[in-house]
């Protein structure tokens, strides 16, 4: 009896482990597959073994933020003004119909090399393409060289952000260029030689400005925590830690066609591209016209690259608010909806008063229509922070980029020249374009909140199951850090809002 007993008792426990198993693996807590797994996991492992203070991690947040932001904000210093530089010298000589961006997947390149040096030798071959738009007086060769100048560019925001999602908790994630393209361009424009048009000057001096940076990135850009020269080990693997408890995971060459699958049908990744788009035409079009509608106003187009500047100060204060706002509160998606608002009221504004002779008004609103900016970095933030799993990181990047790219060129067809000198269907497009963005963000914000209480259940049913402690969930939450998960098969990721 005690025999038929036991053997009674041990085909439960043999069928209850097969059920455990199962939900295991629904779960992501089945037996971790570390050859699958990041390449932190080469040098932390699965456990947390080492443990850091806080003061020790606050100094290597300072070390870390003396490389990577500064270089990264170089990054898109250079690359902005390279986006603006056909506003500048669309009043300065050079005819703009249109900006072509390319469709280029080079973040799937990317994924088998070092980041860094990867985005730095597409930074300096950028450079020299730009210093080559001088060359060139008919459009065929300038549209040659926008085509080429894409494929380069394209991989920037993509990997910046992977850097950045490696490095930083997502807590930490989140227009000066407008600034300095403008005084530039201005002292430019006083320019009376004959060897060069003013317009060529601004292409050779950004062109080599980008060569510049792209050397600094390849020097002093680390790829990963794995393998920062300017990082101790001991530092390392303290940056490895910092960013466990995020689930985000760091760097993995492999390639998940599961994960793709997963990013491809989650409806989040959508409303991402539908945001993109949203708010990129609006991108497109003012990037290249918002000094026209400027100049609109009455002025000469020396007045207009001085008078422009402002929006530029405008435009970063705003980044900077939104930056600190996510920050602080951990949002992404209110910060967006600040940086919509003063834009759709611009564009009221510049639609209501079209033929008016207040330009203090006027430009008041050419000043605000600019903060919408931020929104776009913010939905790079909210990427960074609400995936999880190299690949699926690495293709919502490529989906967002390729939409940014589509937005930017319809964007520049919304101005058309028989709307000028008022553009008022194209002002008319931002503004409702921008109406609906903000409908969008609150509802990923919504959803996000949902899939968290959702997680939060999932969590508290498992712990109670399984009889965990506190630690016991600390322990499974440090094993799976690093396991290159997607956010969904991950029970221990929690989205940001």
């Known amino acids: 009896m005690s025999s038929e007993t036991s053997a009674a008792k041990n085909l439960d426990e043999v069928e209850k482990s097969s059920q455990l198993e199962n939900y295991d693996e629904k779960l992501g807590l089945d037996s971790l597959n570390t050859s699958d797994g990041d390449e932190a996991l080469q040098l932390v492992g699965t456990q947390a073994t080492a443990h850091f203070s806080e003061e020790y991690n606050r100094k290597l947040r300072r070390k870390l933020d003396f490389v990577i932001p500064t270089i990264s904000a170089a990054v898109y210093f250079s690359q902005y003004l390279d986006k603006t530089s056909l506003n500048y010298a669309s009043i300065m000589g050079f005819p703009i119909v249109g900006q ?138 303290a940056a490895l830690e910092r960013v466990r408890n995020d689930q985000g995971g760091t760097e993995n060459r492999k390639f998940k066609k599961d994960q793709v699958i997963e990013a491809l049908t989650d409806p989040r990744t959508w409303l991402v591209v539908l945001s993109t788009i949203l708010t990129s035409i609006p991108n497109g079009a003012l990037s290249n016209f918002s000094n026209i509608i400027i100049k609109s106003f009455g002025y000469t187009s020396k007045q207009t690259l001085i008078i422009a500047t402002p929006a530029g100060i405008i435009g970063s204060a705003m980044v900077i608010f939104c930056g600190w706002y996510s920050d602080k509160k951990g949002e992404r998606m209110i910060p967006i909806v600040f940086a919509l608002i003063p834009t759709i009221v611009g564009s009221g504004i510049l639609i209501g008063m079209n033929g008016s002779s207040n330009k203090g008004v006027l430009l008041f609103a050419a000043y605000i229509i600019g903060t919408f900016g931020s929104a776009l970095s913010t939905i790079y933030a909210y990427n960074a922070s609400n995936t999880s799993g190299h690949t699926k990181k690495v293709t919502i990047n490529a989906m967002t980029m390729a939409t940014f790219s589509i937005g930017n060129i319809i964007g520049t067809e919304i101005f058309q020249p028989k709307d000028a000198p008022a553009y008022i269907p194209g002002k008319t497009a931002i503004m409702v374009l921008l109406i609906v963005q903000l409908c969008v963000s609150f509802l990923l914000r919504w959803i996000n909140v949902r899939l968290n209480k959702k997680r939060k259940a999932q969590l508290a049913e498992e712990k109670a199951r399984r009889g965990w402690t506190d630690e016991d969930v600390q322990r499974e939450r440090e094993r799976h850090a690093f396991a290159d998960l997607t956010d969904r098969q991950n029970l221990f990721f929690i989205y940001t809002c």
């Open 100 to 237: 072509n961006y390319n469709l280029f997947p080079t973040v799937y390149i990317s994924q088998k090399l070092r980041l860094a040096k990867y985005l730095g030798t597409n930074i300096v071959v950028w450079g020299i393409i730009l210093m080559l738009h001088a060359s060139t007086n008919n459009f065929g060769a300038f549209f040659a060289l926008r085509f080429l100048l894409g494929m380069c560019e394209s991989c920037v925001t993509p990997c910046l952000i992977l850097i950045i999602s490696m490095f930083y908790k997502k807590d930490e994630q989140n227009g000066l260029t407008q600034v300095f393209g403008g005084f530039v361009a201005y002292g430019i424009s006083f320019y009376g030689g004959k060897a060069l048009p003013p317009y060529k000057i601004i292409y050779i001096l950004l062109g080599a400005l980008a060569i510049v940076v792209g050397i600094v990135v390849l020097i002093w850009l680390p790829d990963s925590p794995v393998n920062a020269s300017m990082l101790t080990k001991e530092e390392r693997i």
